[in-house]
């Protein structure tokens, strides 16, 4: 089946320092991808909507300024989280379509930590 | 933002019983799926079933959806402990759409 990769895995980082994650679609050309964000204990968040070659959409709560997206190519999307802060400590989890199928390929996801 | 609620929202069994997820939905769907995840890890996909599907099979794994209802069950027959795990259903509104999560349902299954 289709594959997503995240990479790090895993990000321990100071507070006010910008972590950039990679997502990318390995045997197949997504159009859009989307971002979601995890908490202990919770499920899955939407965040964004990433589409290629042009501005993301933003789920409401979401600051576009802090969360950076940017999808350059059909099989490549990254999220920066600019000046992390302990609140952004969190599960990021990135998924693609691989079309014309209709399941959503997960990514591995990413833990992140801010101290 | 979030679809619906997945109840229960913990269960605990023994092996070999059968363990029944349910989850509702709010907005009209084109597909409903279902993801396990262990903990700390990622999501593993376990069925796909389309809005003008009643009833899936896939193994151990029996789903239904009502959509007058907006509901959909999944069903996990003689269970193993390797089965515990979170499951969440997921639903989207269309091609290109994304996913919306359910709140989940802990799944603990003892041996």
């Known amino acids: 089946g289709a594959v997503v990769s995240q990479h790090p895995s895993r990000v321990i980082c100071k507070s006010g320092t910008s972590v950039k994650i990679e997502c990318r679609s390995l045997?197949?050309?997504?159009?859009?991808m989307f971002w979601y964000r995890q908490f202990p204990k919770q499920s899955l968040m939407l965040m964004a909507t990433s589409n290629e070659g042009s501005k993301a959409t933003y789920e409401q709560g979401v600051e576009k300024d802090k969360f950076l997206i940017n999808h350059a190519s059909l099989t490549l999307s990254t999220l920066t989280v600019a000046s992390a802060h302990p609140e952004d400590s969190s599960f990021y989890i990135c998924?693609?379509?691989?079309?014309?199928?209709?399941?959503?390929?997960f990514g591995p996801g990413t833990r992140l930590l801010v101290l | 933002s979030q679809q619906g609620e997945e109840d229960p929202q913990a269960l605990s069994i023994q092996e070999g019983e059968n363990a029944t997820m349910n989850c509702s939905y709010k907005?009209?769907?084109?597909?409903l799926q279902w993801y396990r995840q262990n903990s700390g890890r990622g999501l593993v996909h376990l069925i796909l079933?389309?809005?003008?599907?009643r009833e899936k099979h896939s193994g151990r794994l029996r789903v239904t959806l009502d959509t007058s209802k907006k509901s959909s069950s999944l069903l996990i027959t003689a269970s193993r402990a390797a089965d515990t795990a979170s499951y969440f259903c997921a639903t989207d509104a269309g091609p290109g759409t994304a996913l919306i999560f359910g709140k989940g349902t802990t799944l603990s299954v003892s041996s």
């Open positions: 045997d197949f050309q997504a159009t859009t």
């Open positions: 907005t009209s769907i084109n597909n």
């Open positions: 079933i389309r809005s003008n599907e």
């Open positions: 998924s693609a379509r691989d079309y014309p199928q209709e399941t959503q390929y």
